[in-house]
């Protein structure tokens, strides 16, 4: 990492080094929900290839991240009638678009994955189908109609590449629920990433996360793209963290007060939240993390925050390690060079490392301390694991007063650097450091 992200304080340098931890097979069973790291792939930006072969192919790089949940964005053949390009249009429940492979192909991913200790999830999209999805010729009472008898896309959506599914239909309900089951059951993946969860009815999901769990020989991660409570009610283990991306931008882009951020005022981590700096829907429509944040170092600085913080599980989009810049499109294909930016991946790595070796950034209370306006500085605290974060997330040096508690010698476990905090310290623009006493 560049030392122009790093905090000053006239270090004294120190070897300092740390032992990847071992990660259990069965990392991904839910006992262990809030050592969760999710990874998502979107075909069409990951690799030349865009296919299931390229996942497979770099799955030593996502250990290298401490990934133990891929979610593949959807796997299904896309629908061509009124297409805009969108996975999210699915032309069939039960088959794998031909682009990305087949279901020996995915089976092989699913295997390669639990090899790694990672589970794999599929993107589901219940609220709607292409227009070309069988189930429109079939069952034309399987969804919504106007007055008239006309199929209707999702009001007040405007995404007329997709006819609205209504779930007033027990028949159309049931035949969802088989078609989750059988990719668990043909495939052995570990669940479902729920598109668009909001715009479904609480009891369906509350229907399928019982059939589904209830059937299966192993735990399920269900996870619901919504901000709706009674999800959690409904059986999903998380749904998505869009306030805390709200909050992030507003403390990083618009110089809030960084009190205002929930994690000031809260002392527990949520296990129940996916938060994150970006995904396919951010990185699409507002930008990519270095041109949403204004700089590379900028970017780091706000997964560190998001991360460190206790804010919510968290989730890296593929293409974010590497540092790419613009926007990532979902719905044309595009060219990731993983090579790029190498000093970025390693910084993503080595948060990441820490992140495993350390339950206390998984699990642990955090303490804030109000340095002002502009400085984050908290600690976080598990049985004997205490670590002290301290993040600027200002383009400028900003100086603070250090807590009497905070007071002494640490260790900054990213660089080996020995610190003496005494009464007050500065630190340079966009930069965080993860530092254990000594």
């Known amino acids: 990492m560049s030392k122009k992200v790093l905090f000053l304080f006239f270090p004294i340098v120190l070897f300092f080094s740390c032992s990847k931890e071992t990660i259990s097979p069965e990392i991904f069973e839910l006992t262990a929900l809030q050592d969760a790291v999710v990874y998502?792939?979107?075909?069409?930006?990951?690799?030349?290839?865009?296919?299931?072969?390229?996942?497979?192919?770099?799955?030593?790089?996502?250990?290298?991240?401490?990934?133990?949940?891929?979610?593949?964005?959807?796997?299904?053949?896309?629908?061509?009638?009124?297409?805009?390009?969108?996975?999210?249009?699915?032309?069939?429940?039960?088959?794998?678009?031909?682009?990305?492979?087949?279901?020996?192909?995915?089976?092989?991913?699913?295997?390669?994955?639990?090899?790694?200790?990672?589970?794999?999830?599929?993107?589901?999209?219940?609220n709607h189908t292409a227009w070309d999805n069988p189930w429109i010729t079939e069952h034309p009472d399987w969804y919504t109609q106007d007055g008239s008898g006309n199929i209707i896309s999702p009001p007040g959506t405007g995404w007329n590449d997709v006819a609205d599914l209504n779930y007033s239909n027990n028949n159309m309900r049931l035949a969802m629920?088989?078609?989750?089951?059988?990719?668990?059951?043909?495939?052995?993946?570990?669940?479902?990433?729920c598109d668009a969860a909001d715009l479904v009815p609480f009891d369906f999901w509350q229907q399928a996360n019982d059939s589904l769990r209830s059937r299966a020989n192993k735990t399920l991660f269900m996870l619901a793209e919504g901000a709706r409570p009674d999800h959690l009610t409904a059986g999903f283990d998380l749904n998505f963290g869009w306030s805390w991306y709200g909050d992030l931008k507003n403390v990083m882009n618009s110089n809030a007060d960084v009190g205002s951020l929930p994690v000031a005022s809260s002392t527990a981590p949520l296990h129940n939240r996916l938060v994150f700096t970006t995904n396919h829907d951010e990185s699409a429509w507002d930008a990519a993390p270095p041109t949403l944040f204004g700089s590379q170092e900028a970017a780091l600085t706000?997964?560190?925050?998001?991360?460190?913080?206790?804010?919510?599980?968290?989730?890296?989009?593929?293409?974010?390690?590497?540092?790419?810049?613009?926007?990532v499109s979902f719905f044309n294909?595009?060219?990731?060079?993983?090579?790029?930016?190498?000093?970025?991946?390693?910084?993503?790595?080595?948060?990441?490392?820490?992140?495993?070796?350390?339950?206390?950034?998984?699990?642990?209370?955090?303490?804030?301390?109000?340095?002002?306006?502009?400085?984050?500085?908290?600690?976080?605290?598990?049985?004997?694991?205490?670590?002290?974060?301290?993040?600027?997330?200002?383009?400028?040096?900003?100086?603070?007063?250090?807590?009497?508690?905070?007071?002494?010698?640490?260790?900054?476990?990213?660089?080996?650097?020995?610190?003496?905090?005494?009464?007050?310290?500065?630190?340079?623009?966009?930069?965080?450091?993860?530092?254990?006493?000594?």
């Open 177 to 193: 629920i088989d078609a989750m089951w059988y990719w668990i059951t043909e495939t052995g993946i570990d669940g479902f990433r």
């Open 40 to 126: 998502e792939v979107n075909f069409k930006a990951y690799s030349p290839t865009r296919n299931l072969q390229a996942v497979i192919d770099r799955l030593d790089d996502l250990d290298s991240l401490e990934v133990n949940v891929i979610w593949l964005m959807p796997i299904y053949p896309e629908g061509q009638v009124n297409a805009v390009g969108s996975p999210y249009a699915v032309a069939d429940y039960t088959e794998v678009n031909p682009d990305l492979g087949d279901l020996n192909k995915l089976t092989e991913l699913v295997g390669a994955a639990h090899a790694h200790g990672m589970a794999v999830i599929l993107d589901w999209v219940a």
């Open 302 to 327: 706000a997964f560190a925050l998001t991360l460190t913080s206790g804010a919510g599980m968290p989730l890296i989009y593929g293409t974010q390690e590497v540092g790419r810049t613009g926007t």
């Open 333 to 438: 294909q595009s060219t990731t060079n993983w090579l790029s930016n190498p000093e970025i991946l390693q910084a993503y790595q080595d948060l990441m490392r820490l992140y495993r070796i350390h339950p206390a950034l998984r699990r642990g209370n955090r303490e804030w301390f109000d340095t002002g306006y502009h400085m984050i500085l908290f600690t976080r605290s598990w049985l004997n694991d205490q670590l002290l974060v301290m993040i600027n997330p200002r383009d400028v040096e900003i100086s603070t007063v250090c807590p009497e508690t905070l007071r002494g010698v640490w260790v900054d476990l990213l660089t080996g650097d020995q610190l003496v905090l005494q009464d007050a310290f500065s630190a340079a623009p966009y930069s965080y450091r993860i530092m254990i006493r000594n």
